[in-house]
């Protein structure tokens, strides 16, 4: 089976940038999607096909994949942003969620 | 507005069955594929069956095969997932998910409209 990993946490201040990272073999190859969960709350897809942004979704939210690691990026983080993040892949036949990262704006 | 609402889950001995739906507004139902996700207390998230956008095609993970079986009716707007012999270890948060494409194995799909959730907890 196919693994994404994500490290479990991530801290980053108001204002700063904040990068969460997926990992898996040759992952570069494939599309990479990332979704945020707030506690209580569904998933919400933020980006889509590695750099793609769904509407309604800030600019701040970046990201990019290549060799073996895929990366979100949020350029100014805000409180608002302290949630869960998922990264997704497909590797035949099922898609593959990686382990999550918490992120926290302290 | 798009909305997926789930309905089904509650409470359940291992060994019993329990038939989740997802009721569908706002979109075009009949033209995209869709997924069942779940989430188990606590865990991430964990990719369980997709459908193509008729129907004819569909795929479970192994740990569901066999016991899980999902389906859709186009005519009434809404996603199933027929859960049978359940275990402990479905207990989970079940979402149904909308997928960009009309297939939900294609490798540039995203699921980018989820249902609230409903949750399943199977104990004795």
């Known amino acids: 089976s196919y693994d994404l990993t994500q490290p479990p946490s991530v801290f980053v201040s108001p204002g700063q940038p904040a990068s969460i990272t997926c990992s898996g073999d040759?992952?570069?190859?494939?599309?990479v999607s990332w979704y945020q969960q707030k506690p209580g709350q569904s998933p919400v897809l933020v980006i889509y096909?590695?750099?793609n942004r769904p509407s309604g979704i800030p600019e701040r939210f970046s990201g990019s994949n290549s060799g073996n690691t895929a990366t979100l990026t949020i350029s100014e983080t805000q409180a608002m942003d302290e949630a869960d993040y998922y990264c997704?892949?497909?590797?035949?036949?099922?898609?593959?969620f990686g382990g999550g990262t918490k992120l926290t704006v302290l | 507005e798009v909305q997926l609402v789930e309905s089904g889950g509650g409470f359940v001995q291992p060994g019993g069955s329990l038939r989740l739906s997802c009721a569908v507004s706002?979109?075009?139902?009949?033209?995209?594929?869709m997924s069942w996700v779940r989430q188990a207390p606590g865990k991430g998230l964990e990719w369980l069956s997709g459908?193509?956008?008729?129907?004819?095609?569909?795929y479970h993970i192994d740990s569901v095969k066999g016991r899980f079986t999902i389906s859709r009716d186009n005519s009434k707007n809404t996603l199933y997932l027929q859960m049978n012999s359940l275990r402990d270890e479905d207990t989970a948060v079940y979402y149904c998910?909308?997928?960009?494409?009309?297939?939900?194995?294609?490798?540039?799909?995203?699921?980018?409209?989820w249902g609230q959730g409903t949750m399943v907890t199977v104990s004795s």
């Open positions: 998910a909308k997928d960009q494409k009309y297939t939900w194995s294609d490798p540039g799909d995203a699921f980018d409209v």
């Open positions: 706002g979109f075009s139902f009949s033209s995209y594929a």
């Open positions: 459908v193509s956008d008729s129907g004819r095609s569909t």
């Open positions: 040759k992952l570069g190859n494939k599309y």
């Open positions: 096909q590695d750099v």
């Open positions: 997704q892949a497909w590797d035949y036949p099922t898609w593959v």
